[in-house]
């Protein structure tokens, strides 16, 4: 573990991402969704929620307050230790991905998620 000159915590391995290993403190987090695809469907924002509450109950983060848009979401986390805000913020993106990609969301004939891409034309 590496620190930087405030004092946090973060993994500096082989990969150049950091993850911040700090808890206790309210975060303010920005999260992107599928840049180069169609924005969310009501339904699908409704699923980005339900990941928010379950990934809250499961790793025991506390969940200030969010709001969720078409292409990204924004949170007021609060991790608690042991948890740290990028194993929370983790959960969350884990939990929605698999929210989304449930199977009965994904069109069998072509092998696609119908839910996130949307319906396919053939060409």
């Known amino acids: ?8 915590g973060y993994h500096g391995g082989m990969s150049r991402v950091r ?14 969704l599928r ?13 980005v929620v339900e990941a928010l509450a379950e990934s809250r109950r499961r790793t025991e983060f506390l969940l200030c307050g969010y709001v969720v848009l078409p292409d990204h979401w924004h949170a007021l986390i609060w ?3 042991p948890v740290t805000i990028s194993r929370a913020v983790q959960s969350v993106k ?3 991905a698999s ?3 449930q199977p009965e969301s994904w069109d069998a004939g072509n092998g696609v ?7 396919l034309r053939a060409a």
């Open 1 to 8: 573990m590496v620190e930087n000159r405030m004092g946090c």
């Open 19 to 32: 993850r911040l290993l700090v808890s206790d403190r309210i975060f303010f987090v920005t999260v992107n």
């Open 35 to 47: 840049r180069s695809l169609p924005f969310l469907r009501e339904e699908e924002l409704t699923l």
């Open 79 to 81: 991790p608690r230790p």
């Open 94 to 96: 884990w939990q929605a």
């Open 99 to 101: 929210q989304l990609a």
């Open 113 to 119: 998620a119908a839910s996130v891409l949307g319906p």
